[in-house]
């Protein structure tokens, strides 16, 4: 086996005959000590001249444990799984001592490229973003208020049907009639009112933030007859 220790570990190859103190190659004691010093290059560049000289694939096991030392998973890793490959005739116990330095720089290798990975934060609403939806909203509520005056529109209708239809005059249906007159008017004002502010609101918001979005607005307000002395309505359309 060979003589050095780097780190006081190292794989336990019957293969290798021990040699004795004197025999040893004094840049083994040089690469443990540069290596417990953290002066891994200088360490690992004599355990690579040593490994050529006697190609013992115990000096690739010893740059592994100088990387490890050093904090160097990555080459650690390499150098662990480059001794698997090139030692012959190793133990179980030589196998499961690599493979455990190399689970070892794993977990260190993934913590530091998790820590490493920001997590991606969700984006901020942008001003125009914010403004283009606020228009949207109203200018929905507007449609809505819209419909209302045209469901009102129609019930005048109804109202003026059963009037004319009847065989006297009736002040309650009248009534009624006019009610409904009156609440489809308010439905098409506050409508258009709030489809105007809507598409005030959207159309700056697209001024605002035009970076954003590449789609040139299209807001369009399409008002509508409907069938009837009374009724009336509109189509709203958005482009974003």
């Not at 840049?27 to 355990?47: D, F, M, T």
């Not at 592994?64 to 012959?88: T, V």
């Not at 228009?135 to 129609?154: E, N, Q, R, S």
């Not at 009639?177 to 004002?189: D, H, L």
Request: charged share 25%; with cysteine.
């Amino acid at each position: 086996m060979t003589a050095l220790a780097v780190l006081g570990v190292l794989p336990r190859n019957a293969a290798a005959e021990p040699a004795a103190a004197g025999d040893r190659d004094p840049r083994e004691a040089e690469a443990r000590k540069a290596c417990l010093l953290g002066e891994y290059q200088r360490g690992v560049a004599l355990l690579v001249d040593l490994f050529d000289e006697t190609r013992d694939p115990n000096y690739i096991f010893n740059q592994g444990r100088c990387y490890q030392q050093s904090g160097r998973p990555e080459e650690a890793i390499n150098r662990f799984r480059e001794y698997l490959r090139k030692a012959k005739n190793l133990s179980a116990e030589e196998i499961a001592e690599a493979k455990q330095h190399i689970h070892e720089m794993e977990e260190i290798r993934d913590r530091r490229q998790a820590a490493a990975t920001p997590a991606a934060a969700p984006p901020e609403p942008t001003p125009g973003r914010k403004l283009r939806l606020a228009g949207m909203i109203v200018a929905g509520v507007g449609v809505a208020a819209v419909a209302t005056g045209a469901i009102f529109g129609l019930q005048v209708q109804s109202q003026e049907k059963k009037v004319m239809n009847a065989n006297s005059y009736d002040p309650d249906e009248f009534a009624k009639g006019e009610r409904a007159a009156t609440r489809q008017w308010i439905g098409y004002g506050v409508g258009a009112a709030a489809i105007g502010t809507g598409a005030v609101l959207y159309l700056l918001g697209r001024s605002a933030d035009a970076r954003v979005e590449e789609v040139r607005p299209s807001v369009s307000f399409l008002p509508m007859l409907m069938p009837g002395r009374s009724g009336a309505g509109g189509a709203l359309r958005l482009g974003f």
